[in-house]
């Protein structure tokens, strides 16, 4: 059965620090991969998706990520984070249904 | 394009109560639907699925029912809440077939006394 799992509950940093999440996947194959993000008391906004081809992938609010599948991971990176990143991140991973990691809260401090 | 809505946003129900919250996709035909829990402090829960009108797959057993009267149409609903029913509930759509990309609607937080 696939599994994702998001190693850091929560994580701060400045604003302006560069931030990586961390997002390890167990799956038989290549999965589709995505990373979404949820700000308090609304939904799940994608933030971007990778199915094949170049492992970096770029999304929205300047978010890119990597896949390596050598480590099973699929890690979501900024250069510069905003106060208004300050929400909850969940990497997913979809084979035949969608699976979420726990989520990782994120806290930007001024 | 396509857009998800959900209603109501904010509901508060006495336990034994029932209840129903709707889901409604716009710009889009045949979507895969689904309905997730989000419990406080936990991660998103699968409870119910849909590939079509009347075809409704439950992930998990518990105190809740799902229905697709219409095509966009997605409904959650349960006879008599407990307590454990609390959390936010998610719809979200896909298109039909393959490991496609979900969307999710705004969600509706419910809070049973």
């Known amino acids: 059965a696939q599994s994702v799992t998001q190693p850091d509950i929560h994580i701060t940093v400045s604003e302006g620090a560069s931030l990586e999440l961390r997002c390890n996947y167990s799956y038989g194959a290549t999965p589709y991969l995505f990373w979404y993000v949820q700000s308090p008391g609304q939904g799940l906004q994608l933030l971007l998706k990778y199915f094949s081809g170049d492992t970096l992938v770029q999304g929205i609010k300047g978010f890119e990520a990597e896949f390596k599948r050598s480590q099973s991971s699929f890690n979501l990176r900024k250069p510069s984070v905003h106060w208004s990143d300050a929400a909850e991140y969940f990497c997913?991973?979809?084979?035949?249904?969608?699976?979420f990691g726990g989520g990782t809260r994120l806290m930007v401090k001024p | 394009s396509q857009t998800i809505h959900q209603w109501p946003a904010t509901l508060v129900q006495p336990v034994g109560s029932p209840l129903s919250l709707e889901c409604t996709v716009e710009?889009?035909?045949?979507?895969?639907l689904y309905w997730y829990r989000q419990a406080a402090g936990r991660g998103l829960q699968l409870l119910f699925y849909s590939v079509g009108i009347g075809q409704i797959s439950s992930e998990v057993p518990q105190n809740l029912s799902a229905s697709r009267p219409q095509d966009r149409q997605f409904i959650l609903s349960s006879k008599k809440l407990l307590l454990s029913d609390s959390g936010f509930y998610l719809c979200a759509w896909s298109v039909q077939g393959g490991a496609d990309t979900q969307y999710f609607g705004p969600g509706t937080r419910l809070t049973v006394l």
């Open positions: 997913a991973v979809n084979s035949n249904m969608l699976t």
């Open positions: 710009g889009t035909s045949n979507p895969n």
